[in-house]
Nanobody
Framework: QVQLVESGGGLVQTGGSLRLSCVVS????????IGWFRQAPGKERERVSC???????IYADSVKGRFTISRDNGRNTIYLHMNSLKPEDTAVYYC???????????????????WGRGTQVIVSS
């Protein structure tokens, strides 16, 4: 079964840290880019970060220097390490996979064909 499952969300105070995990099954990670997106209440879903097949990474300006994306192909897992969290980081976080051989990162949601169900992150002030 092809799926992505996110975990690691929760409630954290401003300045705290969380590590999100995205475990994939039914396909391999080494032939495509994987992105992390988030959607806050009343806002559009936005890309937070993405990692290419060659481990090139890209970040939204709002999270640069605070978030780090990494991958462990052996564990079929993508991580998002989030430090110095702010209340504006509160959102549901999703991971998404590009199609096979889709090795580059794109900002548009339509470039990603497989999505997880999300994990909630709440940052209290």
């Amino acid at each position: 079964q092809v799926q992505l499952v996110e975990s690691g969300g929760g409630l954290v105070q401003t300045g705290g840290s969380l590590r999100l995990s995205c475990v994939v099954s039914g396909f391999t990670l080494d032939d495509r880019a994987i992105g992390w997106f988030r959607q806050a209440p009343g806002k559009e879903r936005e890309r937070v970060s993405c990692i290419s097949d060659s481990n090139g990474s890209i970040y939204a300006d709002s999270v640069k220097g605070r978030f780090t994306i990494s991958r462990d192909n052996g564990r079929n897992t993508i991580y998002l390490h989030m430090n110095s969290l702010k209340p504006e980081d509160t959102a549901v976080y999703y991971c998404a996979a590009r199609p096979p051989s889709g090795v580059m990162c794109y900002e548009s949601l339509v470039e990603y064909e497989l999505w997880g169900r999300g994990t909630q992150v709440i940052v209290s002030s």
